[in-house]
């Protein structure tokens, strides 16, 4: 996607204040010609009720939970006896995406469902297991309601297997009354200037950085991200993982780990999650979805107390980037029916409304690539990341998303092992072109 259409994908994101959280319930959103056509011919046929079970990790403690869980009520009610969506909580994010991937090797995939990385769901689509979705861009009041080109990028050989939902715009998050304690008046703009910071900030007793390698090794990954985007510049992944600038950044991850937890090795979200929550480590990444939770679980006063910026420089270049990726597309398994083709139809637009996205949005802090007016974004640490985002001086994917889903595997444990000093950077690296 051309940076113009990236940056448009930063401010369009927004909150839409409601009287009451069952707003989706009683704001419905309209029909398109399309669905209010499906619905006569569907009665027309006294078709029994159509159940798609839906496995889903907007469920529990995720930020998203309650108001997308009724967006779900409020269109099984107005679609009662016609169409249904039965939820299927899952609370474990790694293991869904296990339980995904075996779900399509075996054919049998769920009616609906999410992915993170965009290589799956090309993996998926030749497995042949996906529904084509295409009919979304032939919708011109569903597709007009999306960020312009994201579907577009989204096709694969002019056919559309997934519908991009959930965006992801990573900040640097610091606490600012870790760094006072510290002595550290502003915030680094480059690597140099953060582990200069660090030094100061480990004499007060606290981990610096807030790093991990236990399953996706999720932050860590991040923080990869932007050691990339620093060494090799906006079109780095256009370039490959020959390009030095890989080594480069393993080498700056390797030294953020000197200013981190001892627990770090190992360690998962839950772990880095709670050093950052409860003020054991001062400097942190992860997505805007995040802000809810730290309103929720982070000490007194934490949310007041952070400040953010988009990525730093090294060697005086390549600094003010922002890391942002599609964070979850919902696909659909191939259906054969009809009657379940429209009910997969219906909900997807049904769950795009404009209106019941940025509620979506308000409550949880997550961005979406649905198009909503930005001005009404009513959180200030969203609204300063979606400012900071769209001033950015380039916008690159994480790392995660950028390369083929093996790759992203391997990053794990190729970490671990670099950090244990059992490879050297440039080894890590081969690891990883080794994967693809």
């Not at 610096?208 to 399953?215: F, H, K, R, S, V």
């Not at 932007?226 to 906006?234: E, I, M, P, T």
């Not at 083709?341 to 209106?355: K, P």
């Amino acid at each position: 996607m051309k940076k113009n259409k990236k940056l448009k994908a930063l401010i369009l994101t927004c909150a839409l204040a409601c009287s009451t959280l069952m707003g989706c319930s009683s704001n419905a959103p309209e029909k398109t010609e399309a669905a209010k056509g499906n619905e006569e011919t569907s009665a027309a046929a006294g078709e029994k009720e159509v159940e798609l079970t839906f496995p889903c990790i907007w469920v529990g403690s995720d930020s998203k939970a309650a108001v997308f869980g009724q967006m779900v009520e409020a269109f099984n009610t107005e679609n009662a006896g016609k169409y249904k969506i039965n939820i299927e909580e899952q609370t474990d994010y790694d293991s869904y995406e296990d339980k995904i991937r075996t779900l399509i090797s075996t054919g049998t995939a769920p009616d609906l469902f999410t992915v993170k990385n965009y290589g799956d769901v090309q993996l998926f689509a030749q497995s042949g297991n996906l529904m084509d979705l295409s009919a979304i861009m032939s919708d011109t009041d569903m597709s007009g309601r999306f960020i312009s080109g994201i579907l577009e990028d989204t096709m694969m050989d002019g056919t559309l297997y997934a519908m991009p939902y959930e965006n992801a715009v990573i900040p640097i998050m610091y606490n600012q009354k870790l760094l006072d304690t510290a002595g550290v008046a502003e915030l680094p703009t480059s690597f140099e200037e953060l582990f200069q910071i660090s030094e100061k900030i480990k004499e007060t007793g606290i981990a610096p950085l807030a790093q991990m390698t236990g399953n996706n090794a999720w932050t860590s990954m991040l923080w990869y991200s932007y050691a990339v985007a620093a060494c090799g510049g906006a079109d780095i992944y256009e370039k490959g993982l020959d390009d030095p600038a890989f080594v480069q950044a393993a080498e700056l991850l390797q030294k953020m780990f000197d200013y981190t937890s001892s627990d770090a090795i190992g360690a998962d979200a839950t772990v880095v999650n709670g050093h950052f929550f409860n003020e054991r480590a001062a400097v942190y990444l992860n997505g805007t979805w995040i802000l809810g939770r730290i309103k929720t679980e982070g000490v007194e006063g934490l949310y007041d107390n952070l400040k953010l910026s988009t990525g730093l420089s090294q060697d005086g270049k390549n600094g003010n980037a922002s890391v942002n990726a599609v964070q979850a597309y919902i696909c659909a398994g191939r259906q054969d029916d009809p009657a379940r083709q429209e009910a997969v139809m219906a909900f997807l637009n049904f769950i795009t409304d404009q209106a019941s996205v940025a509620e979506l949005a308000n409550s949880s802090g997550a961005l979406f690539a649905v198009d909503v007016d930005s001005t009404l974004i009513t959180d200030p640490l969203q609204a300063e990341i979606v400012k900071q985002s769209s001033e950015a001086s380039f916008i690159i994917k994480n790392f995660s998303a950028a390369v083929p889903t093996a790759v992203g595997n391997a990053f794990p444990s190729a970490l671990e092992e670099l950090i244990l000093g059992d490879c050297t950077a440039e080894e890590f690296v081969e690891t990883l072109k080794n994967a693809q």
